[in-house]
């Protein structure tokens, strides 16, 4: 050992030494020197899907506690818990052990009302990710397997959904599983034949709370983990896609190192949803299965609704007209068919496959690694919206017994609003997103071309009124600014390019002296007041001299 | 009468002349005649007798009986109900059902809800606040009990029936349209089944018993007495107690918590992130 003391840049820490050995016999130094220098672009949207990750992390650990307690089996027994009302009924002993959870488990509620709640964050943060990169484009080439992956892990978590939704057996969750036997029966041909695969019988049997609780507890999270990591080392792999702006090219990365600025970040984020889940954990109730009841199949409620995420398919169920189609020979293809198995399977097929379809489309099969705003890729972002609306319209019919019963609406009325909303709103909505796309467009390059608008209106001596616009760059001879088109934000208001100095920093209180920065500032010339005397003006009634903004724009970050 | 006459009159068997033979024959048949109009007289009273004992009495009693309370409740009839319930309880055409045979229960319930007197003809009569006083719908009671009969208010604790019996006889019964916890919930056109969150315990027993608007009657062959009592003491219980979880959100599941984890959830993380940004 005496020879490796002598060699330059020998460990002399104890740290470093066992990092040596470490290394010595993994050879890991390499590899995580590139992970946790990975540069991570800055912007709020990339989040998203962290909190899709997060979330389900929370759900994977609060579901740990709960499987130390739940008795998935559908054995009749005699409730004698803490639950008063319901004390002495029979039930199975799923449904008891759930109540036992909710009522004698210590920690047990708190622990099911956080599972439930970040399961609903969990599918919501997956939506509201997917839009994210459905209208930026970031499923482009080379991005689409990323896409794919990401699209059957929204069916994964639906599938979660379900099977945890139906396994406490009450009143409530069996209303949900009756209809997912319904659905499985309407499929033409094998639909008996699935039913009794999965039931092993007819409805209700004695296994299905134990089949659901292996598929939600183990194949499903087994999938879905694996799902994640691929998703993420194709993310590691392929390099983040990034917004267009200064210095961002094709071929670089602006941002953040994963360590320590990112793994900072990540980790409040981590926090917050955490807190998020726990604070409506504790202070919301969800799920009160005490007051459904056990399940029986002789009884139902008025509302009974799936979670959000099954919304859409309870509500194309609810505006489906009743047509069964009898076919001869005593065989029918029950009307429930369409609007859940087809209705269901287009929507995740056309999801599914858009990338491909767009690319067909548009002819664009080059690599992308700029994203684009929604406003430069009309059409996209338009049928993007058509199809949100009609998702949207779905789940609102989903909940229309509530919107009647609430608002003093006729049931009928509410079921002919979903009808005539779903066929007439999409394309009302593919119209107006596309007018403001080009509308928005528009006003980018209005500001381009003559700078932003100032309010300043200054009158010439020949007695004409005109309006200074601050161009943002270099102009011409007829004051045009000659910046071009990039789809990248263009700053609006003279605030934004320093003309109202530098902000104070701060989000909620400022964190350092304001007057500081006034003072700072003071030397400093104020946006057109500074070449106010020396401004000549064309004979358009324009600043011959476009000029820059004072102070080159925006307040520095120093990472740009 | 002749069996009488033979043992009371029969003519002496020591009669000698024809004389005295001719006059007990004159007595005896003066004796019968008498005798003959006095049983008469008799059965005639028998009669009516008997027949003022069971022949019913009403059309006499029309204007002279009629208690002071029943004597108001038809003042406050036919002020307020007669245009729809008719002059004689028999109702009116599309605008009132027949109150005969609904009895005192329908009256309480329909009043003391508010919900009659109507304000409009529409698919749902809405409970409001009651319009009578109690006092005066004692008397509307009496009215329609005096002139219509049917089913009579309950008396006791309704509440002593059994907690968890009631709860499933609730789901059995009538969660399909008030919901688990008796929330309430939309029926077709317009129609709808109430929350029972303000009902009192009177006012859930006579709903049952009566079947209100678009309620099914559940007559005591169907739910007994002790079976309301349970229902009543399920339903009551249930609304008082407390949301062990944290704030109840309507007790009416998905649509709600869905609403909260958009509108809460995801706009609380929304805002996390937009911090997170704004600090990069």
Redesign the interface.
């Given at each position: 050992m005496a020879a490796t003391a002598t060699t330059p840049g020998a460990p002399t820490s104890r740290l470093s030494k066992a990092a040596t050995e470490f290394d010595d016999r993994l050879i890991v130094a390499g590899p995580v020197r590139r992970t946790l220098n990975k540069v991570f672009p800055?912007?709020?949207?990339f989040?998203?899907g962290e909190?899709a990750l997060y979330a389900f992390i929370i759900a994977l650990l609060s579901g740990t506690y709960l499987t130390f307690f739940f008795d998935a089996s559908m054995v009749e027994v005699e409730y004698q818990g803490e639950y008063?009302?319901?004390?002495?009924?029979q039930m199975s002993a799923a449904y008891a052990s759930a109540l036992d959870l909710?009522?004698d488990v210590r920690g047990g509620?708190f622990m099911r009302?956080m599972h439930?709640?970040a399961a609903?964050?969990f599918v919501?943060?997956i939506v509201?990710h997917l839009l994210r990169i459905f209208f930026t484009g970031a499923f482009r080439r080379p991005r689409e397997s990323n896409w794919l992956i990401g699209v059957v892990m929204l069916v994964l978590s639906l599938l979660m959904g379900v099977t945890g939704y139906t396994l406490p057996d009450d009143?409530?969750s069996g209303t949900g599983l009756r209809i997912i036997s319904a659905i499985l029966l309407s499929i033409p041909v094998i639909g008996t034949w699935a039913h009794f695969a999965i039931f092993n019988g007819d409805f209700v049997g004695t296994e299905i709370i134990g089949r659901f609780y292996i598929a939600h507890v183990l194949i499903f999270p087994a999938i879905l983990l694996a799902l994640i990591a691929v998703h993420l080392l194709i993310l590691v792999k392929q390099k983040h896609a990034q917004f267009p702006g200064p210095g961002r090219t094709e071929h670089n990365v602006v941002g953040?190192r994963l360590f320590p600025a990112f793994a900072g970040?990540a980790t409040?984020?981590l926090l917050?949803?955490f807190g998020?889940?726990a604070g409506?954990a504790?202070?919301?109730?969800?799920?009160?299965i005490w007051?459904?009841?056990p399940y029986?199949p002789?009884?139902?409620?008025?509302?009974?609704?799936?979670?959000?995420y099954i919304?859409f398919l309870d509500g194309s169920t609810r505006i489906f007209p009743a047509w069964d189609i009898n076919l001869p020979g005593d065989y029918t293809i029950p009307a429930l068919f369409w609007p859940t198995v087809v209705v269901a399977g287009a929507m995740f097929t056309v999801l599914a496959l858009y990338p491909m379809i767009e690319r067909k489309l548009t002819g664009d099969t080059a690599a992308h690694h700029l994203l684009q705003r929604p406003r430069d890729v009309p059409v996209r972002t338009s049928v993007g919206m058509m199809a949100l609306t009609f998702y949207f319209w779905l789940m609102v019919a989903g909940?229309n017994?509530?919107i009647?019963?609430k608002f003093?609406?006729?049931?009928?009325?509410?079921t002919w609003i979903g009808r005539i909303g779903v066929i007439v709103l999409p394309p009302i909505v593919y119209v107006l997103t596309y007018r403001i796309c080009l509308g928005l467009q528009q006003h980018d390059r209005e500001v381009l071309e003559h700078g932003i608008e100032t309010g300043v209106i200054r009158r010439l001596p020949s007695g004409e009124f005109i309006e200074v616009h601050q161009p943002l760059g270099p102009v011409d001879e007829h004051g045009h600014g000659q910046l071009a088109y990039g789809g990248a934000p263009v700053p609006k208001r003279m605030n934004q390019v320093g003309g109202a100095r530098r902000a104070i920093r701060g989000?909620f209180t400022p964190i350092e002296q304001p007057s500081a920065v006034e003072l700072e500032q003071q030397g400093e010339g104020r946006g057109l007041a500074a070449g106010e005397a020396s401004r000549e003006l064309t004979s358009s009634g324009r600043p011959s001299d476009g000029g820059r903004p004072s102070d080159g724009g925006r307040p520095q970050?120093t990472r740009d | 009468m002749s069996t009488t006459n033979t043992q009371s009159d029969g003519p002496p068997a020591d009669a000698r002349t024809p004389d005295d033979r001719a006059r007990v024959r004159r007595r005896s048949k003066q004796r019968r005649r008498v005798a003959n109009v006095a049983g008469l007289l008799a059965s005639l009273v028998l009669t009516g007798a008997l027949y003022s004992v069971f022949a019913p009495a009403q059309a006499a009693d029309d204007t002279t009986t009629e208690s002071a309370a029943e004597a108001a409740g038809r003042e406050l009839y036919e002020n307020s109900c007669i245009t729809c319930h008719g002059s004689n309880l028999e109702g009116e055409p599309n605008r009132g059902p027949s109150l005969i045979g609904v009895g005192e229960a329908a009256v309480y319930f329909q009043v003391h809800t508010g919900r009659m007197p109507l304000v409009r003809q529409e698919a749902d009569a809405p409970d409001k606040p009651a319009v009578f006083s109690d006092e005066e719908i004692d008397q509307l009671m009496a009215y329609i009990q005096a002139n219509g009969g049917g089913p009579t208010l309950p008396s006791g604790n309704l509440r002593d029936g059994d907690l968890a019996e009631g709860g499933e006889l609730f789901r059995l019964n009538c969660a399909s349209c008030h919901n688990f916890v008796g929330e309430g919930g939309a029926l077709s056109s317009g129609k709808a089944a109430p929350s029972l969150e303000d009902a009192n315990d009177l006012e859930l027993y006579t709903a049952m018993l009566t079947g209100p608007e678009n309620m099914p009657v559940f007559g005591d062959n169907q739910l007994s007495p002790e079976e309301k009592r349970s229902i009543i003491n399920y339903v009551q219980s249930v609304q008082q107690q407390a949301d062990p979880g944290g704030a109840g959100i309507g007790r009416i599941g998905p649509v709600a918590e869905g609403l909260v984890i958009w509108v809460v959830g995801v706009s609380m993380l929304m805002f996390g992130i937009f911090w997170m940004g704004s600090k990069a």
């Open positions: 800055d912007h709020w949207s989040l998203l909190i008063d009302p319901l004390r002495g009924v909710s009522f509620l009302q439930h709640w609903l964050l919501a943060a509201v009143l409530l953040n970040k409040g984020l917050v949803v998020v889940c409506l504790g202070l919301v109730q969800i799920n009160p007051l459904w009841g029986n002789a009884q139902v409620s008025a509302a009974s609704q799936p979670d959000w919304g909940g017994d509530v009647a019963d003093d609406i006729s049931l009928n009325a509410m989000f970050d | -």
